[in-house]
C-alpha cells in the first residue's frame, strides 16, 4: 500500500503493507478511507 488502509477480514493493511491473495482463494477486500496501491 502507498497510501490509506485496505482491510481483509479482521486486518488492516496499512501504508508500507504487501498483501497478497493467492489466485484461486476468495476475498473480500475493502477500504473506508481509500488506497493507493502499487500492483504487480
Known sequence: ???GEVIE???R???G???V???GTSHRPRTETGVRTLEE
Do not use: I
Request: glycine fraction near 14%; charge should be neutral; charged fraction near 15%.
Open 17 to 19: 503493507s504487501y498483501v
Open 21 to 23: 491473495f493467492a489466485q
Open 9 to 11: 477480514g479482521d486486518r
Open 1 to 3: 500500500m502507498l497510501s
Open 13 to 15: 493493511h496499512g501504508p
